[in-house]
């Protein structure tokens, strides 16, 4: 029982340590055999599936670093988010040394935040690349070393081994005068042939160093087509006058050729805005189609359009005399490129309604004619002993007044009554007048009553000398 329960603890164990090395997303490198100074690349690569990784170099030992490719680079780190999931992680490129003899160099890389497809794990690990550097016809330089000839001077064979002489150079090849050849890793300082010209950056980023190493400090960086004088080029290596300081920069990364500039293709607005009204919707700059309403006045709209690049053009089309009805304004923003973005505004022109009164009324009058919205002038007949007329007029919109005008002290005969319905943007006025026609006074005239006294006194003498003549 005991050894069952054993066996089954060991099952499980076993079980979660393959789950550990199944997730571990673990990196492989390529092993190139080069010739001494030619440039040449590495591929790092994950034997799993990941969707995010981060690599870089942990050392190079004498090889000369010089770009990164794959992702997103910042030096020698090359980092990428693939969610489709990738295997191929980053590709860089070297320059082998000159060497006098065949010479093995190791690169380590490091991978960090390796996240396998479709999981959450993050994983870490190395990988070793081994280089061979051969010479360019597998011998020394000088092709001095002895092969089997007199050994009597003290030189030493290819293999090391000392003869009667008993020196032997650092890396085991003595030529035959006895002296010892160096072949560390340390880079040597190159010559430098003067010379004065002008060159160009083949790419963007490239590094202006303080010395001709890639392990030197980074001064500046030069953009693609910018120029750069060379005051002396060395065997890898140009030096160069940047901003008045003497600096090094990597002679395959320069050209005499001024590279053609790559084109803006940037052909959006950055803002827009339009007088009178509001633009529906509101603006963005991914949004190319708008609309506004306005009035019958306006003629024209008042555009402020700012482009995103001060490299591309901008065309306004459609903005003059404005029709009633739609009117379709086209800004076409043309890119550095050629390339184009049409942005249109629909402007729907309303015709403006015609101010008129709703109603005309005079208290205890009667005009002539009946009041009609279209007819604007009245006639009517008024008493002497009225003064003022009680008008009651409203006009067919809110946006409108009404005042009336003359209807004060209205004297005998005829007078001039004015409605004046106006708008409130004083765009629009509007007349109704009624001529009011005022009687005279009625007066009794005292002629006639004298005349009638008179008579009255003849009848009443006529009538006193009657009655006497009858006594």
């Known amino acids: 029982m005991k050894n069952k329960s054993l ?16 997730c571990k997303a673990r990196i492989t490198t390529n092993d190139p055999t080069v010739k001494s100074g030619e440039t040449f690349t590495i591929s790092v690569n994950s034997q799993e599936v990941v969707d995010g990784y981060k ?71 190395t990988a070793t690349a081994t280089v061979k550097v051969k010479t360019n016809e597998n011998t020394n330089n000088g092709g001095n070393t ?5 050994n009597n001077g003290g030189t030493t064979n290819n293999n090391g081994t000392t003869n009667n002489g008993g020196t032997t ?40 160093r303080s010395s001709y190493t890639t392990s030197s400090n980074s001064i ?14 060395g065997s890898e290596w140009s030096k160069v006058n940047y901003k008045g300081t003497t600096a090094y920069i990597y002679s395959d990364l320069l050209t005499t050729t001024k590279p053609e500039e790559e084109k803006s293709t940037i052909k959006s607005l950055k803002s827009l805005t339009v007088e009178p009204g509001t633009l529906s919707p509101e603006f963005d700059p991914e949004t190319t189609k708008y609309e506004i309403t306005v009035g019958e006045d306006v003629e024209k709209l ?14 306004i089309s459609g903005n003059e005399d404005l029709k009633l009805g739609e009117n379709v304004i086209k800004l076409v923003v043309t890119a550095e490129d050629g390339t184009a973005r049409t942005y249109t505004i629909t402007v729907k022109k309303e015709q403006q309604e015609q101010l008129k009164l709703d109603t005309l009324l005079v208290k205890g009058i009667q005009l002539n004619p009946s009041f009609s919205s279209d007819i604007y002038e009245y006639t009517t007949d008024i008493d002497n002993d009225t003064t003022k007329l009680d008008i009651e007029a409203v006009g067919n919109s809110e946006n409108a007044t009404v005042e009336v ?31 009011v026609k005022k009687k005279a006074k009625t007066v009794v005239s005292s002629n006639i009553s004298e005349e009638n006294n008179s008579n009255m006194q003849y009848v009443i003498v006529g009538s006193i000398l009657g009655g006497i003549l009858l006594i």
């Not at 030529?175 to 040597?188: F, H, L, V, Y």
């Open 302 to 315: 008042n555009i402020n359009a700012v482009v995103e690049d001060e490299k591309s053009k901008l065309n």
């Open 55 to 125: 690599v870089s170099i942990s050392s190079n030992s004498g090889l000369t670093f010089i770009s990164a490719s794959g992702g997103e680079t910042n030096g020698n780190v090359v980092s990428g988010v693939n969610p489709s999931g990738t295997q191929n992680l980053a590709t860089y490129t070297f320059k082998a040394p000159e060497v006098s003899v065949d010479t093995t160099y190791t690169v380590v890389f490091s991978a960090e935040g390796v996240i396998i497809h479709g999981t959450d794990n993050r994983t870490s690990s």
């Open 405 to 435: 005008l003359g209807n004060e002290d209205l004297k005998e005969g005829e007078n001039t009554v004015t409605i004046m319905l106006k708008s409130k943007d004083g765009k629009q006025n509007v007349t109704y007048q009624i001529i």
């Open 146 to 150: 002895n092969n089997g000839g007199n």
């Open 169 to 208: 150079n650092n890396n085991g090849t003595t030529n035959n005068g006895g002296s010892t050849a160096n072949n560390d890793d340390k880079p040597k300082e190159p010559t430098f042939t003067q010379t004065n010209k002008k060159v160009y950056a083949s790419q963007d980023g490239i590094n202006v």
């Open 7 to 22: 066996i089954m603890i060991m099952l499980i164990v076993l079980i979660l340590w393959i789950g550990t090395l199944s």
């Open 220 to 233: 500046g960086k030069l953009k693609k087509g910018e120029e750069v004088t060379v005051i002396g080029v």
